[in-house]
T-cell receptor, first 115, second 112 residues
Framework: KNQVEQSPQSLIILEGKNCTLQCNYTVSPFSNLRWYKQDTGRGPVSLTIMTFSENTKSNGRYTATLDADTKQSSLHITASQLSDSASYICVVSWYSGGGADGLTFGKGTHLIIQP | DGGITQSPKYLFRKEGQNVTLSCEQNLNHDAMYWYRQDPGQGLRLIYYSQIVNDFQKGDIAEGYSVSREKKESFPLTVTSAQKNPTAFYLC???????????FGPGTRLTVT
């Protein structure tokens, strides 16, 4: 069964500090892995998308890594800001054999940045 | 939120009533999707459509219905058969073969 597990479930850090969120998956056949940021009561917004051959991808202060061998990904946030407070969702895409890839969503990590 | 709009943002209904959630996109995307989000759970796919006049059931389609008469629109009807309809509903779209989905702002439905 395709699964995506995220940790921690929630995290509180002080403004200016760095943090790393984890995503482990058991999805096959793997197509790509995405990280989304979802503000409370809003739709998710894409941060990064990585395919099998990509190990690292950055988007400003956000850096995602992917280890396809161990099926792990991380999202590192540098110099956190209050606006980083949100849920971060890991989504793994897999080849479904049809016209559209299948998607498996993690439950998200709820990040709170305190001043 | 890109070029996807969902309305209304908040919706309240009495149990036993059908309700239709609107989703419109101006991104010229072929594919559109409906997801449901509950606290502490990942997004779950309700229905998706890859082309006009065609749609497929997702993982939790029971109690829901959709139509795709226009490329830009993909309304979702929550019927009285849905046992637990209170949730946050998200619509998304993507172009054919694209890896990324763009999400709308969501509709929070409360049924009492």
């Amino acid at each position: 069964k395709n699964q995506v597990e995220q940790s921690p479930q929630s995290l509180i850090i002080l403004e200016g500090k760095n943090c790393t969120l984890q995503c482990n998956y058991t999805v096959s056949p793997f197509s790509n892995l995405r990280w989304y940021k979802q503000d409370t009561g809003r739709g998710p917004v894409s941060l990064t998308i990585m395919t099998f051959s990509e190990n690292t991808k950055s988007n400003g202060r956000y850096t995602a890594t992917l280890d396809a061998d161990t099926k792990q990904s991380s999202l590192h946030i540098t110099a956190s800001q209050l606006s980083d407070s949100a849920s971060y969702i890991c989504v793994v895409s897999w080849y479904s054999g049809g016209g559209a890839d299948g998607l498996t969503f993690g439950k998200g990590t709820h990040l709170i940045i305190q001043p | 939120d890109g070029g996807i709009t969902q309305s209304p943002k908040y919706l309240f209904r009495k149990e036993g009533q059908n309700v239709t959630l609107s989703c419109e996109q101006n991104l010229n995307h072929d594919a559109m999707y409906w997801y449901r989000q509950d606290p502490g759970q990942g997004l779950r796919l309700i229905y998706y459509s890859q082309i006009v006049n065609d749609f497929q059931k997702g993982d939790i389609a029971e109690g829901y219905s959709v139509s795709r008469e226009k490329k830009e629109s993909f309304p979702l009807t929550v019927t009285s058969a849905q046992k637990n309809p209170t949730a946050f509903y998200l619509c998304a779209s993507s172009s054919t073969g694209a890896r990324e989905q763009y999400f709308g702002p969501g509709t929070r439905l409360t049924v009492t």
